[in-house]
């Protein structure tokens, strides 16, 4: 079992930065492929962005793609996600979430590929 919580969220105008965290807690992160998902209100869950378990691959939707980054320290049990250039559509609850096993680096999109979910981070970017 891997216990996600999820930090970072938070209130911030349009063009400000946040940094994500995602720590880990019951068993070593760095044997997981991690992503990070968002669900605004009245929507459907979508993926954000994700990297693989050594980091050396990484995904994003096209929506983030230049103004967000995934990175992750195994050393910490984290995994983090720069979020810059933020504009109001980017409003949302955030999830990280891990995945014991991928075929390919494209399944990190896939919500289904994942077995454990944290509870969530709201951001909120105002305009």
């Known amino acids: 079992q891997v216990q996600l919580v999820e930090s970072g969220g938070g209130l911030v105008q349009v063009g400000g930065s946040l940094r994500l965290s995602c720590a880990a807690s019951?068993?070593?992160?760095?044997?997981?492929?991690v992503g990070w998902f968002r669900q605004a209100p009245g929507k459907e869950r979508e993926f954000v962005s994700g990297?693989?378990?050594?980091?050396?691959?990484?995904y994003y939707a096209d929506s983030v793609k230049g103004r967000f980054t995934i990175s992750r320290d195994n050393a910490k049990n984290t995994v983090y996600l720069q979020m810059n250039s933020l504009k109001a559509d980017d409003t949302a609850v955030y999830y990280c979430?891990?995945?014991?096993?991928?075929?390919?680096?494209?399944?990190?999109?896939?919500?289904?590929?994942?077995?454990?979910w944290g509870q969530g981070t709201q951001v909120t970017v105002s305009s």
């Open positions: 019951g068993r070593t992160l760095s044997s997981y492929h």
């Open positions: 979430a891990a995945a014991g096993s991928i075929s390919e680096s494209t399944e990190l999109s896939i919500s289904g590929r994942y077995n454990y």
């Open positions: 990297i693989t378990w050594i980091g050396s691959d990484t």
